[in-house]
T-cell receptor
């Protein structure tokens, strides 16, 4: 089955630690995205990548970093510089030319 | 002004009711419209995708777009308890930029 796999489903970290969230897709999509979802705020774009080895900042990129070394993979690192990292993180992908986003099932990150 | 506005609800209806979910948007240049369903602790699932004014039907779901009013709707007929979820509207411009509503929480009571 084609899809987007995010792991782990739940992640717990202490404040001050960096953490990396995994996102893998086997849909052969060129574009990949990371969103953050907080109650009452909808989806906010963190980073996106239209092609391997290239990515752009979204609306709330501060405190986050990404890499796109392979078409299938787009990991997100939440650094200690992110002030409020506890959230639900969603990875998505799409083909070019006005196609809708397809989402993974998210990673719930809790930082204490 | 936000690009997309969506009433957060919550909305509670009895089983079998017709549900109407709505969003408004600000930019008349937007051309592509989507509805997603999101169950608790899951990712959004694409329900409907349309790029023109008018209605698009898929089973119990109908998406309606009124570009002159900048208004989009999702209708659910014969609602079921399994339809209980949060529904997100989304809009895409021609540059593959996506804008999401904040979601409407729906509960269908058996």
């Amino acid at each position: 089955d084609g899809g987007i796999t995010q792991s782990p489903k739940y992640l717990f970290r202490k404040e001050g630690q960096n953490v990396t969230l995994s996102c893998e897709q086997n849909l052969n999509h060129d574009a990949m995205y990371w969103y953050r979802q907080d109650p009452g705020q909808g989806l906010r774009l963190i980073y996106y990548s239209q092609i391997v080895n290239d990515f752009q900042k979204g609306d709330i990129a501060e405190g986050y970093s990404v890499s796109r070394e392979k078409k299938e993979s787009f990991p997100l690192t939440v650094t200690s510089a992110q002030k409020n990292p506890t959230a639900f993180y969603l990875c998505a992908s799409s083909t070019p030319n006005n196609s809708p986003l397809h989402f993974g099932n998210g990673t719930r990150l809790t930082v204490t | 002004q936000k690009e997309v506005e969506q009433d957060p609800g919550p909305l509670s209806v009895p089983e079998g009711a017709i549900v109407s979910l709505n969003c408004t948007y600000s930019n008349s240049a937007f051309q592509y419209f989507m509805w997603y369903r999101q169950y608790s602790r899951k990712g959004p699932e694409l329900l409907m995708y349309t790029y023109s004014s008018g209605n698009k039907e898929d089973g119990r779901f109908t998406a309606q777009v009124d570009k002159s009013s900048k208004y989009i709707s999702l209708f659910i007929r014969d609602s079921q308890p399994s339809d209980s979820a949060t529904y997100l509207c989304a809009i895409m411009n021609t540059g593959n930029q996506f804008y999401f509503g904040t979601g409407t929480s729906l509960t269908v009571i058996p």
